[in-house]
Nanobody, 122 residues
């Protein structure tokens, strides 16, 4: 599986941005999908996930009221809608997929996108 993330860029505080991640290969609907980010000098942080099978959604407390994850299995694509962005959201954003039942754990993910930079100016 190869993942290609896009949609990053420079945005002003308070704005919205939607990230997309296109997956190659088959059986996309058999994978849990997730978004993580890594800010300057910080560890990689879980943001949101959709578990395969149940389609249960998971969010970190830091973004649950502002970010929305969704997937379109017909397009092999997962999205991250980000609203009310702040400078603290500045980071490289990564998508990941894996046939895991523990979709909030980064060590569970086998396949990662290359990352897309989001910079939020104040």
């Amino acid at each position: 599986v190869q993942l290609q993330a896009c949609g990053g860029g420079l945005v002003q505080a308070g704005a919205s941005r939607r990230l997309s991640c296109l997956a190659s290969g088959r059986a996309f609907n058999s994978y849990s999908v997730a978004w993580f980010r890594q800010g300057p000098g910080k560890e990689r942080e879980f943001l949101a996930a959709v578990r395969y099978g149940t389609s249960r959604l998971y969010y970190s407390d830091s973004v649950k009221d502002r970010f929305t994850i969704s997937r379109d299995n017909a397009k092999n694509t997962v999205y991250l809608q980000m609203d009310s962005l702040t400078p603290e959201d500045t980071a490289v954003y990564y998508c990941a997929v894996s046939p895991t039942r523990r979709p909030t754990w980064p060590q569970e993910y086998d396949y990662w996108g290359q990352g897309t930079q989001v910079t939020v100016s104040s």
